[in-house]
């Protein structure tokens, strides 16, 4: 679109303001496409799973080299508050044969090990049970990190003790690690940023976790 020839007058600047957002909407969905279109998929991703469908669509695009540093894939329906065993474990199957179809495609070129997974939710869990064979919301939640660039694998931290005696309130567990230095550790340690610059972007400075990545 046109940003040269429009009215001098309120009506143009927001009109410009319009063509300037969709004109680089193009650029940049040509850009995706370019870099989607450069690459195929080595491996067969499993079918009805969500997870699987973002992270072929992002498999494609590391290996088309977008340049994106960050990606975002989302799955629901672990707000279990109702029959979770079940629903629990159908959900980890999902996430795990998703993983490993998306590891497994980016090692046909090469890419497994500058590609790292760190989940995250927007809520945590109870520990005890409720009357519907579930469990709540709660406030502390464990964060699973998933890569072959990791060099090992373990827990970070203690394991919890999930005994009454140690709940925060009805059903919390205490939180032992502070998520923001997760991802103080993960921008330095993994992004490469420096230290500097990590604390700015984080507000304040976070103790990094050792060894972690």
Known sequence: YDIQNIPDCYYGEELGFMRQVANSSFRYSETIKTAY???????S????????????IIARLIKGNLGTKVYMASIDGFDTHANQL??????????????????????????????????????????FQNGSLGTDHGEAAPIILIGDGLGGNGFVGTAPNIAQSNWVGPGNLPVEIDFRRLYATLLQDWFCMHPAIVDAVMGQSFTRLSGLV
């Not at 279109?37 to 491996?43: G, K």
């Not at 629903?87 to 046909?108: E, N, P, W």
């Open 86 to 127: 079940t629903s629990h474990a159908t959900l980890l199957t999902r996430i795990g044969t998703a993983v490993k179809a998306f590891y497994d495609d980016l090692a046909a070129t090469g890419h497994n090990q500058q590609v790292l997974i760190a989940t995250h939710s927007e809520f945590g869990r109870r520990v």
């Open 45 to 56: 991703y499993p079918t009805n799973n969500s997870l699987a469908s973002s992270l072929a």
């Open 37 to 43: 279109d450069s690459s195929t998929a080595a491996v």
